[in-house]
């Protein structure tokens, strides 16, 4: 854990929200998210993680 204090508190923030929003577009490609007649491409997923993370913090 030593390498995490030494990182500026900013890069900290941006790297959480980097693994929020990329855990968000894994979870939206599981079945369960979608639809078996839909046909949903991961850029679609990782942009509406990013957008549901970046919109409600």
């Avoid at 990182?7 to 079945?31: D, E, K, N």
Wanted: aromatic letters at 8%; proline letters at 5%.
């Amino acid at each position: 854990m030593k390498s995490i204090e030494k990182q500026s508190p900013a890069r900290i923030i941006a790297l959480g929200f980097l693994a929020v929003i990329l855990a968000g577009s894994f979870l939206l490609m599981t079945p369960l998210c979608v639809r078996p007649e839909v046909d949903l491409h991961y850029v679609d997923a990782l942009f509406t993680s990013a957008s549901a993370v970046c919109v409600t913090g």
